[in-house]
Every structure is written in C-alpha cells, then in structure tokens.
C-alpha cells in the first residue's frame, strides 16, 4: 500500500541520476532540482549541472569545474580550462575537492568548516572571498527566468536547455569579456 505516510519506497531512493537520469530529488515538500554552476566575477554563467534537490553541493564539483571553456583574451588558440582561483562555500571544503586543485595548480579560497583542522600555508584571504556573491547573484539573474525558478520541464534535457538559454541571455547582456 503506497500513500503519503507509507511511501512504495521508504528508502527515499531518487531516481538516477547522469544522462538517463532527471535530476529530480525527492524531499518533504515535494520534487527538487538543484543547480550547480560555475560564474565569473561579471555574474555569468560558466558551467552547469543539474542534480537532485537533496544532494550534496560537491558531488558535482568535478564536473563543473569540468566543463569551464573560457575564451583567451585575443581569441586565439584553445579556451581556458583552468581558473586562477575558485571560490566556494563551506560545502566544498574536504580534501577530494582541495587536493585536485591544488594539484592544477589554482588558488582555492574556502574556508574551513567549525569541525575540520586544516593548516594552511597560505591563510584565508578573506578580502578575496568576499568575491563569491558573483555566483549567489548568477544564480539570481537566472531565476528571473520563471521557467528556472519553478522547473516545469519533465525531462532534464529541456531543463538544461532552458538553462542555456537562460545564459546566453545574461551573455547577451554583458558580452564584453
């Protein structure tokens, strides 16, 4: 018997996720999408991934940070794949996500959680981090667009097209690199 109180599945198991998957995740109010992206420090989007709702934010850092192209400044020769420096909240503090940085060679200013004993050699640069509203604003400038902010799309493709869409839009907007 399957209802509300007594769901079919009580494990709460999503659905899968990756490219057959819809990137839906389920939650006391209901079905939910998280997006995972990456941004400049002009508000525009990068990168982007879709997971479910209740997933943690650094399962898709990988991928993210994967999928940044980023033209040279005379536009000649490959894009950038590389950024400078990445800043991140609390969420993305642990060593599978510090040590591929570091291995790149980019500079990771994310502070420590309250329970974790990291030595630094370098510090946190607080002035630096202050930065990283560029991504909470992206985020902002994307969910002006109704069709992101409330997904209505049933299939993860048509999401993630709107989202594209969505961008380009931003970069429309602001196009001097």
């Not at 991504?135 to 209505?152: G, P, Q, S």
Request: hydrophobic fraction near 35%; aromatic fraction near 6%.
């Amino acid at each position: 018997m399957s209802n509300d109180k007594n769901p079919a599945d009580p494990g709460g198991a999503d659905l899968p996720e990756g490219p057959t998957g819809e990137a839906l995740g389920r939650s006391r109010g209901g079905w939910s999408t998280k997006i995972h992206l990456a941004a400049d420090q002009r508000c525009r989007p990068l990168a982007r991934i879709t997971t479910g709702g209740q997933r943690h934010d650094s399962i898709a850092f990988e991928q993210v940070m994967a999928g940044i192209r980023v033209l040279r400044p005379a536009g000649r020769g490959r894009p950038r794949t590389r950024p400078d420096t990445v800043l991140a909240d609390k969420a993305y503090s642990a060593g599978p996500i510090r040590d591929p940085l570091r291995r790149r060679r980019i500079h990771a200013v994310i502070p420590a959680k309250a329970n974790e004993h990291l030595a630094r050699a370098g510090g946190f640069d607080a002035a630096v981090y202050r930065q990283r509203n560029a991504v909470e604003r992206c985020i902002n400038k994307l969910k002006l667009f109704r069709a992101l902010a409330t997904r209505y799309d049933k299939r993860n493709y048509i999401y993630l097209g709107t989202i594209d869409v969505a961008a380009i839009k931003i970069w429309l907007r602001d196009p001097v690199p």
